[in-house]
């Protein structure tokens, strides 16, 4: 059962069109990694699935709901950002808090999940800082937490890593992929970095100029690409 489904999906920026047709099924529980050139359409895409846009033609489907004209919030979906964009002026417990309070979540249940999710991604002896008194990888770890704390079905990230050191970007892949291990969500991520994709995703989807050129295992695209864009896109590390 597809959990997110996009039939047809189209997006036109005024008169410019930027994706053309997309269909794709992501399944419950699985990985799945855009790839493809920058100015392709992978943020445009999240940015549909999420909400934040609304899609110019065709049908997305959310866990087998048709979700068109459903806001954000009652998507069930979470979106981490490669800018933390976290709250400046509240500490990280406020920061992961925020979005239950919002949902109307009481203050115990919100207390649980936020202390929780803090242990979870070792930021449990964090949580009176704020921001600006937190390194880079810390700051990315609440963004994650703040996306996780609210259960959502499917996380959306776009370039998470991209803003931290070498060392630091390999530490949070694994824990990404110790994420969804444990916690069976659907995830959809968008990289531009080969390696990510190649170790992190059950499906590759390579987008070119907001159409999907192949979608597969990271084998598959690695042994049997469709084409000499893909096997360009997948054979050159960046
Ligand atoms: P990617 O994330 O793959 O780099 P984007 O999804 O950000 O690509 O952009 C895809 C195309 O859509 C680009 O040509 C970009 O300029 C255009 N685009 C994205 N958002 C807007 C917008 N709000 N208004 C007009 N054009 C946009
Ligand atoms: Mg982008």
């Known amino acids: 059962m597809a959990d997110v489904a996009l039939k047809g999906v189209q997006k036109s920026f005024g008169s410019t069109k930027v994706i053309h047709g997309v269909d794709l099924e992501i399944r419950d529980g699985e990985f799945v990694v855009f790839v493809g050139p920058s100015g392709c359409g992978k943020s445009t895409l999240l940015r549909l699935i999420a909400g934040l846009e609304g899609i110019t033609a065709g049908e997305l489907c959310i866990d087998c709901e048709r979700v068109n004209d459903l806001p954000p919030a009652k998507r069930g979906i979470a979106m981490v950002f490669q800018s933390y964009a976290l709250y400046p002026h509240m500490n990280v417990y406020d920061n ?113 100029a907001g159409r999907i050129e192949q979608v597969g295992t990271p084998l598959e695209l690695y042994h049997h690409p469709a084409n000499l864009f893909v096997a360009r896109f997948i054979g050159s590390p960046q």
Do not use: C, W
Request: glycine share 4%; net charge positive; no cysteine.
């Open 96 to 208: 992961m808090a925020f979005g239950l309070e919002l949902a109307k979540a009481s203050k115990a249940e919100i207390d649980r999940r936020v202390r929780e999710t803090a242990r979870l991604l070792q930021i449990d002896a964090l949580l009176d800082r704020k921001p600006r008194q937190l390194s880079g990888g810390q700051r990315q770890r609440v963004a994650i937490g703040r996306a996780i704390v609210r259960e959502p079905k499917v996380f959306l990230f776009d370039e998470p890593l991209s803003n931290l050191d070498a060392a630091l970007r390999v530490q949070t892949r694994i824990e990404i992929a110790k994420l969804h291990s444990d916690m069976k969500a659907t995830m959809i991520y968008v990289t531009h970095d080969q390696v990510e994709a190649m170790t992190l995703a059950d499906r590759i989807v390579v987008l070119n």
